[in-house]
């Protein structure tokens, strides 16, 4: 299975979605899991995780992962080529490195990172950016490329990112 978190934050909460689907190809989510949480720390530039770990965490109590499992977060894996990770790096260490993680991003990051792959769908001229730890960021990118929907963000995680903001 594969898990898809984003986390939107409203006055004092954070709301976390996760929709569960069986193929990088599917269409239709098989489950979607919500939960809303206090916020526990203020947002520190550089430092992102510390805001939104602790709410996948929390929601990732609620699922039954396997080790064939992989998660995707809406960010980064990875950050630089000396080493610096992003939420999905903090998250893949809290999991033991055994499950995979992929982080799709919308917007670009400066450093360079030998790691990190651009993403072209649909008509448009801008990228998603891929990182991955756990499997290889060259078959993820594939995977990424051929999600449904003809659309620069595919459609399962066009669904995510609206869920998390309805109130």
């Known amino acids: 299975m594969i898990y898809a978190f984003d986390t939107y934050y409203y006055d004092g909460f954070a709301k976390t979605i996760c929709i569960a689907f069986k193929n990088w190809d599917s269409e239709n989510e098989e489950a979607i899991y919500s939960e809303n949480t206090a916020i526990t720390s203020e947002y520190e530039s550089g430092a992102f995780y510390k805001r939104e770990l602790p709410c996948i965490l929390s929601l990732l109590k609620k699922i039954d992962l396997k ?73 993820i990118k594939i995977a990424v490329e051929n999600m449904s929907g003809s659309y620069r963000i595919p459609t399962l995680l066009k669904k995510l990112d609206q869920l998390t903001r309805e109130k």
């Open 67 to 139: 080790e064939s499992d992989i998660i995707i977060v809406d960010g980064y894996v990875t950050l630089d080529n000396d080493g610096k990770i992003g939420l999905g790096g903090y998250l893949y260490n809290a999991l033991d490195n055994k499950i995979p993680v992929i982080g799709i991003a919308k917007n670009g990051f400066a450093a360079e990172d030998s790691k990190r792959r651009e993403v072209f769908r649909g008509e448009s001229k801008t990228p998603l950016f891929v990182t991955s730890q756990g499997i290889d960021v060259d078959e």
